[in-house]
T-cell receptor, first 112, second 114 residues
Framework: GAGVSQSPSNKVTEKGKDVELRCDPI?????LYWYRQRLGQGLEFLIYFQGNSAPDKSGLPSDRFSAERTGESVSTLTIQRTQQEDSAVYLCASSFAARIQYFGAGTRLSVL | GENVEQHPSTLSVQEGDSAVIKCTYS??????FPWYKQELGKRPQLIIDIRSNVGEKKDQRIAVTLNKTAKHFSLHITETQPEDSAVYFCAANLGGGGADGLTFGKGTHLIIQP
């Protein structure tokens, strides 16, 4: 079946603009995660959605970052007033009860 | 919150030799420890994982060991091959409270020398 799908694959934006990144999880996966990976660095946890529970937002780096998910479907990560330090690959992952997380290919965000 | 330390940052081994990557974690409530392999420009792929009720797990040339008391876990790759060259990340779940987000180590760049 289809894996985790992210769009766009690449996004170039100007400093100060807002961007919206999309993630389509694997069908039936109840949990969805967003991570950030700066060039040559590890993966930084941002936010976690589990079913209809309140999301765990503990990893969001500032109030410019927000994410939404409707039910157990698509999620969007929004970054407002982008800064150059926001440049990174944003990875989405989804999982079912077994906790094995399957990653999408990521969105490479470049803020000029 | 959870803190995961990973060593070494770079590891170069001769083809056919073994490679060992070590990680430590800080949150004693963590109970799930996956390892991901990330080839250049690609998404992380799970290669093996271990839960805290098990001390060792093997899958062909790959094994993971867990020492809960010392809060460290290791990845062992035997008979390394060129296709093993990649960045490997260890991770631990945030533990307790039902949160399943992972905290990752900074990664180990494994280089297999022919």
């Amino acid at each position: 079946g289809a894996g985790v799908s992210q769009s766009p694959s690449n996004k170039v934006t100007e400093k100060g603009k807002d961007v919206e990144l999309r993630c389509d999880p694997i069908s039936g996966h109840t949990a969805l995660y967003w991570y950030r990976q700066r060039l040559g660095q590890g993966l930084e946890f941002l936010i976690y959605f589990q079913g209809n529970s309140a999301p765990d937002k503990s990893g969001l780096p500032s109030d410019r970052f927000s994410a939404e998910r409707t039910g157990e479907s698509v999620s969007t990560l929004t970054i407002q007033r982008t800064q150059q330090e926001d440049s990174a690959v944003y990875l989405c992952a989804s999982s079912f009860a077994a906790r094995i997380q399957y990653f999408g290919a990521g969105t490479r965000l470049s803020v000029l | 919150g959870e803190n995961v330390e990973q060593h070494p940052s770079t590891l170069s081994v001769q083809e056919g030799d073994s490679a060992v990557i070590k990680c430590t974690y800080s949150d004693s409530a963590s109970n799930y420890f996956p390892w991901y392999k990330q080839e250049l420009g690609k998404r992380p792929q799970l290669i093996i994982d271990i839960r805290s009720n098990v001390g060792e797990k093997k899958d062909q040339r790959i094994a993971v060991t867990l020492n809960k008391t010392a809060k460290h876990f290791s990845l062992h790759i035997t008979e390394t091959q060129p296709e093993d060259s990649a960045v490997y990340f260890c991770a631990a779940n945030l533990g307790g409270g039902g949160a399943d987000g992972l905290t990752f180590g900074k990664g180990t760049h494994l280089i297999i020398q022919p």
